[in-house]
Protein backbone atom coordinates (compact mmCIF):
# COMPACT_ATOMS: atom_id res chain seq x y z
CA UNK A 1 0.00 0.00 0.00
CA UNK A 2 2.88 2.45 -0.51
CA UNK A 3 0.85 4.34 -3.21
CA UNK A 4 -1.41 4.50 -0.66
CA UNK A 5 0.79 6.22 1.42
CA UNK A 6 2.35 8.40 -1.12
CA UNK A 7 -0.93 9.57 -2.45
CA UNK A 8 -2.47 10.58 1.16
CA UNK A 9 0.40 12.19 2.01
CA UNK A 10 -0.16 14.14 -1.57
CA UNK A 11 -3.48 15.10 -0.75
CA UNK A 12 -2.47 18.41 1.24
CA UNK A 13 -5.03 21.39 1.82
CA UNK A 14 -5.11 24.69 2.85
CA UNK A 15 -5.03 25.61 6.56
CA UNK A 16 -8.58 25.57 6.80
CA UNK A 17 -9.17 22.13 5.15
CA UNK A 18 -8.94 19.68 8.43
CA UNK A 19 -11.47 22.69 10.18
CA UNK A 20 -14.16 22.16 7.28
CA UNK A 21 -13.83 18.31 6.90
CA UNK A 22 -14.11 18.38 10.72
CA UNK A 23 -17.08 21.04 10.87
CA UNK A 24 -19.09 18.88 7.25
CA UNK A 25 -22.24 17.15 8.24
CA UNK A 26 -21.28 14.74 5.43
CA UNK A 27 -18.49 12.19 4.84
CA UNK A 28 -15.82 13.38 2.82
CA UNK A 29 -13.24 11.50 1.42
CA UNK A 30 -10.15 10.78 -0.85
CA UNK A 31 -9.99 7.06 -2.71
CA UNK A 32 -7.75 5.99 -5.21
CA UNK A 33 -9.74 5.28 -8.91
CA UNK A 34 -9.37 1.13 -7.38
CA UNK A 35 -11.46 2.34 -4.41
CA UNK A 36 -8.95 2.34 -1.82
CA UNK A 37 -9.53 4.70 1.17
CA UNK A 38 -6.90 7.77 1.34
CA UNK A 39 -8.20 10.20 3.50
CA UNK A 40 -11.70 10.68 5.58
CA UNK A 41 -13.03 12.65 8.09
CA UNK A 42 -14.25 11.51 11.37
CA UNK A 43 -17.91 11.50 9.76
CA UNK A 44 -17.54 9.03 7.23
CA UNK A 45 -15.63 6.71 9.77
CA UNK A 46 -18.36 6.87 11.96
CA UNK A 47 -20.67 5.84 9.03
CA UNK A 48 -18.74 3.16 7.74
CA UNK A 49 -18.74 1.65 11.92
CA UNK A 50 -15.49 2.95 12.85
CA UNK A 51 -14.59 4.51 15.97
CA UNK A 52 -12.11 6.78 14.87
CA UNK A 53 -11.14 8.60 11.21
CA UNK A 54 -7.36 6.33 11.99
CA UNK A 55 -9.32 3.10 12.44
CA UNK A 56 -11.52 3.91 9.22
CA UNK A 57 -7.74 4.56 7.50
CA UNK A 58 -5.91 1.52 8.35
CA UNK A 59 -8.91 -0.85 7.57
CA UNK A 60 -11.48 0.41 5.24
CA UNK A 61 -11.84 -0.04 1.71
CA UNK A 62 -15.20 2.55 0.50
CA UNK A 63 -17.87 0.05 -1.20
CA UNK A 64 -20.62 1.59 -2.52
CA UNK A 65 -23.78 -0.78 -3.92
CA UNK A 66 -26.18 1.05 -6.28
CA UNK A 67 -26.27 3.83 -8.52
CA UNK A 68 -24.88 4.01 -12.07
CA UNK A 69 -20.99 3.70 -11.41
CA UNK A 70 -21.73 0.83 -8.76
CA UNK A 71 -19.33 2.17 -6.22
CA UNK A 72 -15.84 4.19 -5.63
CA UNK A 73 -14.81 0.78 -7.35
CA UNK A 74 -15.17 1.74 -10.50
CA UNK A 75 -12.72 3.46 -12.57
CA UNK A 76 -14.52 6.53 -13.29
CA UNK A 77 -16.27 8.22 -10.67
CA UNK A 78 -20.32 8.87 -10.97
CA UNK A 79 -21.48 11.68 -12.17
CA UNK A 80 -23.63 14.06 -10.62
CA UNK A 81 -25.13 13.32 -7.15
CA UNK A 82 -26.06 9.47 -6.97
CA UNK A 83 -28.44 7.74 -4.11
CA UNK A 84 -27.20 4.40 -3.46
CA UNK A 85 -26.79 1.83 -0.04
CA UNK A 86 -22.72 2.23 1.78
CA UNK A 87 -21.64 -1.16 3.51
CA UNK A 88 -20.76 -0.95 6.65
CA UNK A 89 -18.18 -2.47 8.74
CA UNK A 90 -20.93 -5.33 9.71
CA UNK A 91 -22.08 -6.08 6.65
CA UNK A 92 -25.51 -3.55 7.43
CA UNK A 93 -26.40 -1.28 4.22
CA UNK A 94 -27.67 1.87 4.97
CA UNK A 95 -28.80 4.14 2.29
CA UNK A 96 -26.76 7.55 1.15
CA UNK A 97 -26.28 9.60 -1.11
CA UNK A 98 -22.87 10.55 -2.33
CA UNK A 99 -21.21 12.63 -4.75
CA UNK A 100 -17.73 12.28 -6.18
CA UNK A 101 -15.45 13.98 -8.96
CA UNK A 102 -12.04 13.14 -10.28
CA UNK A 103 -8.75 15.36 -8.86
CA UNK A 104 -5.13 15.29 -9.15
CA UNK A 105 -2.30 16.00 -7.20
CA UNK A 106 1.40 15.42 -7.75
CA UNK A 107 0.66 13.42 -10.96
CA UNK A 108 -1.46 10.84 -9.46
CA UNK A 109 -5.47 10.39 -9.89
CA UNK A 110 -7.65 10.11 -7.15
CA UNK A 111 -11.49 10.28 -6.44
CA UNK A 112 -13.00 12.93 -4.05
CA UNK A 113 -16.52 12.57 -2.90
CA UNK A 114 -19.08 13.28 0.08
CA UNK A 115 -21.55 11.36 1.28
CA UNK A 116 -24.67 12.01 3.17
CA UNK A 117 -26.20 9.53 5.34
CA UNK A 118 -30.02 9.28 4.08
CA UNK A 119 -31.74 6.97 7.04
CA UNK A 120 -32.38 9.99 9.18
CA UNK A 121 -34.27 11.41 6.54
CA UNK A 122 -36.06 8.06 5.46
CA UNK A 123 -36.99 7.88 8.88
CA UNK A 124 -38.44 11.44 8.94
CA UNK A 125 -40.24 10.40 5.75
CA UNK A 126 -41.73 7.40 7.29
CA UNK A 127 -42.48 8.74 10.18
CA UNK A 128 -44.80 11.49 7.73
CA UNK A 129 -46.49 8.81 6.33
CA UNK A 130 -47.11 7.32 9.46
CA UNK A 131 -49.09 10.26 10.64
CA UNK A 132 -50.66 10.80 7.31
CA UNK A 133 -52.05 7.27 7.85
CA UNK A 134 -53.25 8.34 11.31
CA UNK A 135 -54.39 11.56 9.87
CA UNK A 136 -56.31 9.25 7.55
CA UNK A 137 -57.89 6.67 9.99
CA UNK A 138 -58.84 9.41 12.32
CA UNK A 139 -60.81 10.87 9.46
CA UNK A 140 -62.59 7.87 8.97
CA UNK A 141 -63.53 6.93 12.37
CA UNK A 142 -64.67 10.72 12.77
CA UNK A 143 -67.03 9.73 9.68
CA UNK A 144 -67.89 7.17 11.00
CA UNK A 145 -68.97 8.45 14.71
CA UNK A 146 -70.92 11.61 12.67
CA UNK A 147 -73.00 8.77 11.33
CA UNK A 148 -73.30 6.78 14.49
CA UNK A 149 -74.17 9.39 16.61
CA UNK A 150 -76.90 10.96 14.35
CA UNK A 151 -78.50 7.86 14.70
CA UNK A 152 -77.98 6.56 17.82
CA UNK A 153 -80.11 8.43 20.26
CA UNK A 154 -83.50 7.92 18.28
CA UNK A 155 -82.46 3.97 16.67
CA UNK A 156 -81.82 3.48 20.85
CA UNK A 157 -85.09 4.63 21.43
CA UNK A 158 -86.62 2.34 19.24
CA UNK A 159 -84.58 -0.48 20.47
CA UNK A 160 -85.59 0.33 23.74
CA UNK A 161 -89.46 0.32 23.07
CA UNK A 162 -89.15 -2.90 20.97
CA UNK A 163 -87.06 -4.65 23.07
CA UNK A 164 -88.96 -4.63 26.34
CA UNK A 165 -92.82 -4.58 24.87
CA UNK A 166 -91.50 -7.94 23.23
CA UNK A 167 -90.34 -8.72 26.57
CA UNK A 168 -93.90 -7.79 28.60
CA UNK A 169 -95.53 -9.88 26.07
CA UNK A 170 -93.44 -12.92 26.36
CA UNK A 171 -94.31 -12.50 30.28
CA UNK A 172 -98.08 -12.51 29.62
CA UNK A 173 -98.22 -15.21 27.43
CA UNK A 174 -98.14 -18.96 28.07
CA UNK A 175 -94.52 -20.37 27.98
CA UNK A 176 -95.73 -23.01 25.62
CA UNK A 177 -97.76 -20.80 23.17
CA UNK A 178 -96.29 -20.89 19.61
CA UNK A 179 -95.64 -16.83 19.73
CA UNK A 180 -92.78 -17.17 22.40
CA UNK A 181 -90.69 -18.68 19.45
CA UNK A 182 -91.41 -15.55 17.17
CA UNK A 183 -91.15 -13.22 19.86
CA UNK A 184 -87.97 -14.61 21.14
CA UNK A 185 -86.81 -13.95 17.47
CA UNK A 186 -87.72 -10.38 17.27
CA UNK A 187 -85.81 -9.60 20.48
CA UNK A 188 -82.66 -11.60 19.24
CA UNK A 189 -82.83 -9.37 16.05
CA UNK A 190 -83.44 -6.12 18.40
CA UNK A 191 -80.42 -7.27 20.51
CA UNK A 192 -77.90 -7.63 17.59
CA UNK A 193 -78.93 -4.31 16.33
CA UNK A 194 -78.62 -2.70 19.70
CA UNK A 195 -75.02 -4.35 19.73
CA UNK A 196 -74.45 -2.93 16.14
CA UNK A 197 -74.83 0.51 17.54
CA UNK A 198 -72.53 0.07 20.71
CA UNK A 199 -70.00 -1.28 18.53
CA UNK A 200 -70.09 1.97 15.75
CA UNK A 201 -70.25 4.22 18.87
CA UNK A 202 -68.06 2.40 20.38
CA UNK A 203 -65.07 2.84 17.26
CA UNK A 204 -65.90 6.49 16.50
CA UNK A 205 -65.11 6.96 20.75
CA UNK A 206 -68.36 7.85 21.23
CA UNK A 207 -70.10 5.01 23.08
CA UNK A 208 -70.96 4.97 26.90
CA UNK A 209 -67.99 3.81 29.73
CA UNK A 210 -67.41 3.79 33.07
CA UNK A 211 -64.11 4.46 33.22
CA UNK A 212 -62.28 3.18 36.74
CA UNK A 213 -58.91 2.55 37.70
CA UNK A 214 -57.67 -1.02 37.28
CA UNK A 215 -54.42 -3.13 36.74
CA UNK A 216 -54.24 -4.72 33.20
CA UNK A 217 -52.72 -7.78 34.30
CA UNK A 218 -56.03 -7.93 36.35
CA UNK A 219 -58.10 -8.01 33.67
CA UNK A 220 -56.27 -10.80 31.44
CA UNK A 221 -55.90 -12.80 34.60
CA UNK A 222 -59.69 -12.91 34.66
CA UNK A 223 -60.43 -14.00 31.29
CA UNK A 224 -57.99 -16.73 31.04
CA UNK A 225 -60.89 -19.41 31.07
CA UNK A 226 -63.05 -17.44 29.09
CA UNK A 227 -60.57 -16.75 26.06
CA UNK A 228 -59.77 -20.91 26.98
CA UNK A 229 -62.73 -21.85 26.19
CA UNK A 230 -63.49 -19.30 23.13
CA UNK A 231 -60.42 -20.10 21.13
CA UNK A 232 -60.48 -23.77 21.60
CA UNK A 233 -58.57 -26.73 22.06
CA UNK A 234 -56.81 -26.92 19.35
CA UNK A 235 -54.73 -23.63 19.90
CA UNK A 236 -51.88 -23.39 22.27
CA UNK A 237 -52.59 -20.30 24.82
CA UNK A 238 -49.77 -18.74 26.86
CA UNK A 239 -50.21 -15.75 29.16
CA UNK A 240 -47.79 -13.59 30.56
CA UNK A 241 -47.99 -10.84 33.27
CA UNK A 242 -45.11 -8.85 34.26
CA UNK A 243 -44.17 -7.90 37.52
CA UNK A 244 -45.16 -4.60 38.23
CA UNK A 245 -48.26 -2.93 38.32
CA UNK A 246 -50.26 -1.71 35.20
CA UNK A 247 -52.50 0.60 36.59
CA UNK A 248 -54.52 2.27 33.51
CA UNK A 249 -57.48 4.63 33.77
CA UNK A 250 -59.86 2.80 31.41
CA UNK A 251 -63.32 1.04 31.51
CA UNK A 252 -63.22 -2.65 32.46
CA UNK A 253 -65.95 -4.26 30.08
CA UNK A 254 -64.32 -2.40 26.96
CA UNK A 255 -60.74 -3.49 27.95
CA UNK A 256 -61.93 -6.87 27.75
CA UNK A 257 -63.60 -6.61 24.63
CA UNK A 258 -60.33 -5.39 23.21
CA UNK A 259 -58.34 -8.67 24.60
CA UNK A 260 -60.92 -11.26 23.19
CA UNK A 261 -61.68 -9.41 19.85
CA UNK A 262 -57.94 -9.94 19.41
CA UNK A 263 -57.96 -12.87 20.82
CA UNK A 264 -61.26 -14.60 17.95
CA UNK A 265 -59.11 -12.25 15.31
CA UNK A 266 -55.72 -15.07 16.04
CA UNK A 267 -58.20 -17.59 16.47
CA UNK A 268 -59.97 -17.59 13.33
CA UNK A 269 -56.04 -16.95 11.22
CA UNK A 270 -55.10 -20.40 12.68
CA UNK A 271 -57.36 -22.58 11.49
CA UNK A 272 -55.31 -25.41 11.76
CA UNK A 273 -54.43 -24.88 15.38
CA UNK A 274 -51.33 -22.73 16.58
CA UNK A 275 -49.80 -20.66 19.95
CA UNK A 276 -51.50 -17.57 20.74
CA UNK A 277 -49.64 -15.66 23.18
CA UNK A 278 -51.02 -12.23 25.17
CA UNK A 279 -48.82 -10.54 27.39
CA UNK A 280 -49.07 -7.56 29.87
CA UNK A 281 -46.79 -5.26 31.42
CA UNK A 282 -45.63 -2.14 32.35
CA UNK A 283 -42.76 -0.72 30.10
CA UNK A 284 -41.03 2.63 29.66
CA UNK A 285 -40.58 4.25 26.44
CA UNK A 286 -37.86 6.69 26.39
CA UNK A 287 -36.43 9.41 24.08
CA UNK A 288 -34.12 7.23 22.77
CA UNK A 289 -34.06 3.64 22.98
CA UNK A 290 -34.64 0.21 21.04
CA UNK A 291 -38.55 0.65 22.52
CA UNK A 292 -38.73 4.09 20.61
CA UNK A 293 -37.06 3.26 17.61
CA UNK A 294 -39.19 0.15 17.15
CA UNK A 295 -42.70 2.45 18.53
CA UNK A 296 -41.72 6.24 17.16
CA UNK A 297 -45.19 7.18 17.61
CA UNK A 298 -45.25 6.42 20.94
CA UNK A 299 -44.22 9.57 23.00
CA UNK A 300 -41.80 9.17 25.97
CA UNK A 301 -43.26 7.73 29.12
CA UNK A 302 -44.36 4.70 30.91
CA UNK A 303 -47.51 2.61 29.53
CA UNK A 304 -48.87 -0.87 30.21
CA UNK A 305 -48.44 -2.90 27.25
CA UNK A 306 -50.64 -5.41 26.00
CA UNK A 307 -48.94 -7.99 23.08
CA UNK A 308 -51.59 -10.19 21.34
CA UNK A 309 -49.38 -12.49 18.91
CA UNK A 310 -50.26 -15.57 16.67
CA UNK A 311 -48.65 -17.81 14.39
CA UNK A 312 -51.54 -17.83 11.92
CA UNK A 313 -52.09 -17.14 8.22
CA UNK A 314 -50.59 -13.46 8.73
CA UNK A 315 -51.88 -10.59 6.54
CA UNK A 316 -50.69 -8.72 3.28
CA UNK A 317 -49.68 -5.35 2.96
CA UNK A 318 -53.20 -4.40 1.43
CA UNK A 319 -55.25 -6.16 4.41
CA UNK A 320 -52.77 -5.23 7.04
CA UNK A 321 -53.08 -1.01 5.85
CA UNK A 322 -57.12 -1.60 5.83
CA UNK A 323 -56.92 -4.00 9.39
CA UNK A 324 -58.49 -1.51 11.46
CA UNK A 325 -61.23 0.28 9.06
CA UNK A 326 -64.96 0.01 10.17
CA UNK A 327 -66.66 -2.64 7.98
CA UNK A 328 -63.56 -4.06 6.16
CA UNK A 329 -63.44 -8.18 6.89
CA UNK A 330 -61.39 -10.72 4.74
CA UNK A 331 -64.05 -13.37 6.39
CA UNK A 332 -67.15 -15.04 4.04
CA UNK A 333 -69.94 -13.04 3.92
CA UNK A 334 -71.96 -13.76 7.29
CA UNK A 335 -69.37 -14.78 9.11
CA UNK A 336 -67.93 -11.24 10.27
CA UNK A 337 -69.39 -7.18 10.41
CA UNK A 338 -65.96 -5.93 9.84
CA UNK A 339 -65.79 -4.22 13.41
CA UNK A 340 -63.75 -6.26 15.55
CA UNK A 341 -60.45 -4.53 15.35
CA UNK A 342 -62.13 -1.23 14.15
CA UNK A 343 -64.08 -1.49 17.81
CA UNK A 344 -60.06 -2.22 19.36
CA UNK A 345 -59.03 0.85 17.63
CA UNK A 346 -61.68 3.06 19.09
CA UNK A 347 -61.10 1.59 22.49
CA UNK A 348 -57.66 2.27 22.59
CA UNK A 349 -57.64 5.61 21.36
CA UNK A 350 -60.86 6.21 23.85
CA UNK A 351 -58.01 5.97 26.46
CA UNK A 352 -55.76 7.93 24.92
CA UNK A 353 -53.52 4.74 23.80
CA UNK A 354 -51.40 3.52 20.42
CA UNK A 355 -52.18 0.56 18.89
CA UNK A 356 -49.80 -1.10 16.31
CA UNK A 357 -49.88 -3.99 14.00
CA UNK A 358 -47.21 -6.15 12.39
CA UNK A 359 -47.80 -8.75 10.19
CA UNK A 360 -46.60 -10.57 7.31
CA UNK A 361 -48.54 -13.43 5.22
CA UNK A 362 -47.58 -17.03 6.59
CA UNK A 363 -45.97 -14.99 9.79
CA UNK A 364 -48.53 -14.63 11.95
CA UNK A 365 -49.65 -11.35 13.35
CA UNK A 366 -48.85 -8.92 16.29
CA UNK A 367 -50.73 -6.58 18.19
CA UNK A 368 -49.31 -4.32 20.84
CA UNK A 369 -51.11 -1.45 22.92
CA UNK A 370 -49.80 0.96 24.78
CA UNK A 371 -52.22 2.72 27.44
CA UNK A 372 -50.63 5.75 29.76
CA UNK A 373 -49.86 4.22 33.25
CA UNK A 374 -52.11 6.38 35.97
CA UNK A 375 -50.57 7.24 39.19
CA UNK A 376 -53.92 6.55 41.25
CA UNK A 377 -54.79 3.09 42.99
CA UNK A 378 -56.92 0.95 41.46
CA UNK A 379 -60.64 0.85 41.87
CA UNK A 380 -62.25 -1.64 43.73
CA UNK A 381 -64.59 -3.50 41.04
CA UNK A 382 -67.84 -4.13 42.63
CA UNK A 383 -69.99 -7.25 41.75
CA UNK A 384 -73.01 -6.30 39.89
CA UNK A 385 -76.18 -7.62 41.41
CA UNK A 386 -80.18 -7.15 40.95
CA UNK A 387 -81.38 -5.65 44.13
CA UNK A 388 -84.84 -7.02 45.02
CA UNK A 389 -87.69 -4.88 43.90
CA UNK A 390 -89.15 -2.71 46.56
CA UNK A 391 -92.55 -3.02 47.74
CA UNK A 392 -95.32 -0.57 46.60
CA UNK A 393 -94.71 2.47 48.53
CA UNK A 394 -90.83 2.06 49.73
CA UNK A 395 -88.92 2.40 45.85
CA UNK A 396 -89.52 6.38 46.22
CA UNK A 397 -91.01 8.68 43.56
CA UNK A 398 -89.19 9.09 40.48
CA UNK A 399 -89.70 11.37 37.80
CA UNK A 400 -89.02 10.23 34.36
CA UNK A 401 -88.77 12.67 31.71
CA UNK A 402 -87.98 12.03 28.05
CA UNK A 403 -88.49 13.60 24.58
CA UNK A 404 -89.98 9.99 23.10
CA UNK A 405 -93.34 9.71 24.60
CA UNK A 406 -93.07 5.78 24.27
CA UNK A 407 -90.17 5.77 26.20
CA UNK A 408 -91.56 7.62 29.32
CA UNK A 409 -94.63 5.16 29.01
CA UNK A 410 -92.43 2.15 29.26
CA UNK A 411 -89.84 3.37 31.78
CA UNK A 412 -92.77 4.40 34.15
CA UNK A 413 -94.65 1.28 33.34
CA UNK A 414 -91.32 -0.86 34.57
CA UNK A 415 -90.94 1.42 37.49
CA UNK A 416 -94.52 1.32 38.88
CA UNK A 417 -94.86 -2.51 38.40
CA UNK A 418 -91.84 -2.68 40.82
CA UNK A 419 -92.97 -0.39 43.88
CA UNK A 420 -92.13 3.13 42.58
CA UNK A 421 -94.23 6.06 42.38
CA UNK A 422 -93.64 7.87 38.72
CA UNK A 423 -94.20 11.14 37.67
CA UNK A 424 -93.83 11.45 34.01
CA UNK A 425 -92.97 14.23 32.03
CA UNK A 426 -92.88 14.93 27.90
CA UNK A 427 -89.92 17.02 27.67
CA UNK A 428 -87.36 18.88 30.15
CA UNK A 429 -90.23 22.15 30.47
CA UNK A 430 -93.07 19.76 31.61
CA UNK A 431 -90.78 18.31 33.91
CA UNK A 432 -89.97 21.55 35.32
CA UNK A 433 -94.13 22.14 35.64
CA UNK A 434 -94.70 18.42 37.49
CA UNK A 435 -91.72 19.19 39.93
CA UNK A 436 -92.83 22.53 40.77
CA UNK A 437 -96.64 21.40 41.38
CA UNK A 438 -95.22 18.37 43.23
CA UNK A 439 -96.18 18.12 47.01
CA UNK A 440 -94.71 15.26 48.05
CA UNK A 441 -90.79 14.49 47.49
CA UNK A 442 -88.99 13.42 44.35
CA UNK A 443 -86.14 11.14 44.93
CA UNK A 444 -85.28 10.68 41.71
CA UNK A 445 -84.92 12.62 38.18
CA UNK A 446 -84.42 9.89 35.51
CA UNK A 447 -83.97 12.19 32.18
CA UNK A 448 -82.44 11.55 28.55
CA UNK A 449 -79.25 13.80 27.45
CA UNK A 450 -79.93 14.82 24.49
CA UNK A 451 -83.06 16.73 24.13
CA UNK A 452 -84.59 19.44 22.28
CA UNK A 453 -85.57 22.05 24.23
CA UNK A 454 -82.59 22.01 26.74
CA UNK A 455 -80.17 18.98 27.67
CA UNK A 456 -80.56 16.90 30.76
CA UNK A 457 -77.41 17.88 32.32
CA UNK A 458 -79.35 21.54 32.03
CA UNK A 459 -82.56 20.42 33.71
CA UNK A 460 -81.25 18.29 36.54
CA UNK A 461 -79.14 21.34 37.44
CA UNK A 462 -82.31 23.52 37.36
CA UNK A 463 -84.23 21.08 39.18
CA UNK A 464 -81.55 20.03 41.83
CA UNK A 465 -82.13 23.97 42.65
CA UNK A 466 -85.83 23.26 43.87
CA UNK A 467 -85.05 20.09 45.08
CA UNK A 468 -81.41 19.69 46.79
CA UNK A 469 -81.93 15.75 47.98
CA UNK A 470 -82.91 15.01 44.52
CA UNK A 471 -80.52 12.22 42.86
CA UNK A 472 -79.85 12.32 39.13
CA UNK A 473 -80.17 9.09 36.75
CA UNK A 474 -79.40 10.03 33.24
CA UNK A 475 -80.13 7.37 30.26
CA UNK A 476 -79.08 7.62 26.57
CA UNK A 477 -77.77 6.17 24.20
CA UNK A 478 -75.46 8.48 22.70
CA UNK A 479 -74.37 11.25 25.14
CA UNK A 480 -72.22 13.34 22.78
CA UNK A 481 -70.28 16.29 24.62
CA UNK A 482 -73.39 17.06 26.72
CA UNK A 483 -71.58 15.37 29.72
CA UNK A 484 -68.39 15.99 29.27
CA UNK A 485 -68.06 18.47 32.32
CA UNK A 486 -69.74 15.80 34.63
CA UNK A 487 -67.09 12.89 35.04
CA UNK A 488 -68.27 10.13 37.39
CA UNK A 489 -71.61 10.89 36.21
CA UNK A 490 -74.54 8.04 36.49
CA UNK A 491 -75.90 7.05 32.90
CA UNK A 492 -78.08 4.37 31.70
CA UNK A 493 -77.28 3.17 28.19
CA UNK A 494 -79.72 2.96 25.78
CA UNK A 495 -81.46 0.71 24.75
CA UNK A 496 -82.42 -0.62 28.59
CA UNK A 497 -83.88 -3.87 30.23
CA UNK A 498 -86.46 -4.00 32.72
CA UNK A 499 -83.48 -5.63 35.07
CA UNK A 500 -80.78 -3.12 33.79
CA UNK A 501 -83.15 -0.45 34.56
CA UNK A 502 -84.26 -1.11 38.14
CA UNK A 503 -80.78 -1.70 38.59
CA UNK A 504 -79.64 1.64 37.59
CA UNK A 505 -82.14 3.18 39.67
CA UNK A 506 -81.70 1.16 43.13
CA UNK A 507 -78.15 2.25 42.21
CA UNK A 508 -79.01 5.58 41.91
CA UNK A 509 -80.98 6.16 45.39
CA UNK A 510 -78.20 5.00 47.30
CA UNK A 511 -76.32 7.23 45.64
CA UNK A 512 -73.73 4.57 44.45
CA UNK A 513 -72.13 5.78 40.74
Known amino acids: MSSGRSSRDSVEHGAHSPLLAACSPAGLYVASPAGHLVDCNEVLARLLGYGSREEALAAADLLMVGGEAGGTGAKQPSAGVVEGFLTRRDGSAVRVMRTEALAEARGERLVVGAIVDLSAARGADDRRRELSE ?3 QAQ ?3 AVGRLAGGIAHDYNNLLAIILNYTSLVMEELDEQSPLQKDLAEIQRAAQRAASLTRQLLTVSRRGLAQPVVLDLRDVVRSMDGALRAAVGGGIDLAIALGPSGCRV ?5 QLEQVVM ?3 LNARDAMQGGGRLSIEARAVRVGAAGSLHD ?6 PGRYARLVVSDTGSGMSDDVRTRAFEPFFT ?4 GKGTGLGLATVYGIVKQWHGHIEL ?15 LSARGASARRARSLHAAPRQGDGGTVLVTDDEDAVVTLASRILGQNGYTTLTAKGPREALRVCEAQRGRVDLLLTDVLMPEMTGGELADRLVKLRPDMKVLFMSGYTGDALAARPGTAVLGKPFTAESLLRAVRRALEGVA
Open 140 to 142: KME
Open 330 to 333: TKPR
Open 134 to 136: ELR
Open 294 to 299: AHPAVP
Open 249 to 253: LADAG
Open 261 to 263: NLA
Open 358 to 372: ASRPGEGTRVEIYLP
